[in-house]
Structures are given as C-alpha cells and as structure tokens.
C-alpha cells in the first residue's frame, strides 16, 4: 500500500485573526507541522503535499525543516479556494501511489489511531472519511424549526480515496466545492465509507478553538567543586569553603531548568545556546542566560508555568535559603512563588557528589501557551 497525503493550507486565515493560524504554536512546533507529522512518521505514506499560499511557502519549508525534517515533503501551490488548493495538490501525486489522503491542515490534534480507521475503512470501497455525531439541537437558521440531529453529522479529515477516483472526481467537477467527499459523490456508483471520528480531532478556525495544552520538560546538571569562597545555587549566593569548576558561575540548578525549559520547546540543550568556546559568557551570571531562554520561549509563544528542583549535594546546608531561592525563580520566571518547587537532598556519602567533589541538581518544568 503506497498513499500520498494532501494538506490544503492555502488560506489566510481571515477569521482567526492578525496571525496565520498554521503557524501558531501548539504541541511541540505548530499547527502545520502536528497536522502533517503524523503521516511523516507514517510508513505506509511516501510523500506529503503541501498546498501553501505562496507567501508563506518559505517560512512553513523552514518549519519542517527545524520540527519535522524529511524527504516526503513536497511543496504545491494553493488556490483561492480549498477546491482549487487540493486540484493542484493532485497534480504532484506519485504515479503509483494507490490511495490519497488529505488532511486540513488547521487539524493539529490528529492521531495514529484515526488515520488507522480510515485507512481499514476503505477496503472495497473507492473512498471512506470520519464523521462526528453533533451533541447540540439544531434548527433551521431562518424559520427556527428543530432538524433531527440524528441525520445529521460533522465532516472530518483524513478523506480517503483511491487515486485514480480523486483525480477524474477532481478533474470532471464543475463547481468547487468544500469538501472532498462531495467532489467525489459527483462520480458515478462510487462507494464511500465512513468510521466515527474523533471529537479532539478539531479543526482551528479562531484563535479560541487552540488548546493551551501544557508542554513539559526535564533537565539535568552537575558541576565539580573546588576551594573556594561560596557557590551560587539558584541566583542566591551562599558562602561556603567552596567553589565551582564551571565555564560560567557555575550555578547548577539554574542550567538544568534551562535544559528542561529548552527541551520542553523541543530545541537543543544550553551547550548549542551558549558555547563553552564563546568567551562572552565566561563568569557570566547564569540568571542572564536564563533570561535569554526565558525569551526563547516566549518567541515561541510559551512562558513557564512552574517549576520543579531538586539540588542533590553533600554540603553545605542550603535549606534556610530556600525560601530566598524560590523568590529569586519566581521573579526571573515571572510566576508566583507557589510556582516554584525547591528540594534538597544528599547523595547519602556516595561517589564524588557524596564526597563534596561535585554538586548536582534535577529540574522540571512546564510551558503553557501565553494568553
């Protein structure tokens, strides 16, 4: 089995506002991307179209190539209307591929299993699609009389057909139309399918309809000790009989959440933001380089919700700062303090963190879409 999947994206997206709602973030990268990845990831696909606008071709290729990097990607150009994007889409469909799918791509939330019912559904038939029950009563616009929801259902994507039935669909219709299943019912005796879809499955139309589902990130340090006059945990300074071993200041904890917020995003760890080669961050105050990460995310649309460390270190004693070590995070993340979890712990005598020789520290963190 070889499909090709369409993503008509060819729209401005007039109704969701100033931005381009296929660019906006969600999940790991952005709505474009999460609508086309599943079907990169997926084996039984060999190429994936995309119907762009041509202003914003350039910039969803260099999406792809940061998120989802692959070779299936091929570039189509949109139409005024989504009939016009998907016609020609088709035209950059592979010779032998058996089936078509296409997919909006304003439906960021599509998953394996969805696509799987779709593809099963087809069978002997010549097109299948997901269709969704409607929950609210519904009436007509005009005269308000009550239609019976039971014969009624909402269209989904992935769409279905097999190749050679899209494209005379696509080539006979005379009219556009906005969906493909209607394009297809043009032809004669086709047989269509339908599986139930899902409700999660939604399609972006105004900015509302994304979910600020939280993205979430783990991050890990450890820096070695030598004499010194104190250490730095936390952006809070606590003398002691040591110091540390470090490219910057050193402060532990502080690089882990910087590792956790980055992983969160998706992105590379602190050592590709901030070279240990480039002298201009030698000593510096690890809290500027947070700040730089901070704005990292929020260039991604994301601030940190809250955060989670644990310092694992033999001595000194850091529990009376604590308290001032939430405050200082709380300010530099622009959260509450209760937002701020802060633990310690040894490492109970073992290895070079149980010997004094190394100090180490555990952080979480989550993101949630900025409001």
Known sequence: MKINVI????GKSLRYGEKNKLFEPVKNSVVLVEAAKP???DERVSRVILGLDPSFSNEAKELFERYAPTKKIVVSKGGSTRFETVKN?????EADADFVMVHDGARPYIKRELIDRVIEAIGANDAALPLVK?????????????????????VQTPFIAKTSVIKRAYQNAKEAFYDDVSVVKTLDNVKIATVEGDEENAKITYSSDLKNLPLAGIGYDI???KSGSGIRLLGTDIDCEYSFVAHSDGDVPVHAVMDAILGALGERDIGHL???DDQRYDGANSMDLLAGVVKVAKDRGFCVHNVSVTIVLEKP????????MKRVMAKALNIPCEGVGVSATTNEGVGEIGNSESVAAF???TLIKES
């Open 89 to 93: 889409a088709l035209s950059a469909v």
């Open 223 to 225: 820096h070695r000790l």
């Open 363 to 365: 952080a979480t963190v």
């Open 317 to 324: 004693k850091i529990a009376p700062y604590i308290d001032e």
């Open 134 to 154: 409607l929950t609210d009563s519904v009436v007509e616009r005009n005269s308000l009389n009550s239609v019976d929801r039971e014969t009624l259902r909402r």
């Open 274 to 276: 901030y070279p240990v």
């Open 39 to 41: 079907f990169i990831l």
């Open 7 to 10: 993503i008509p994206a060819g």
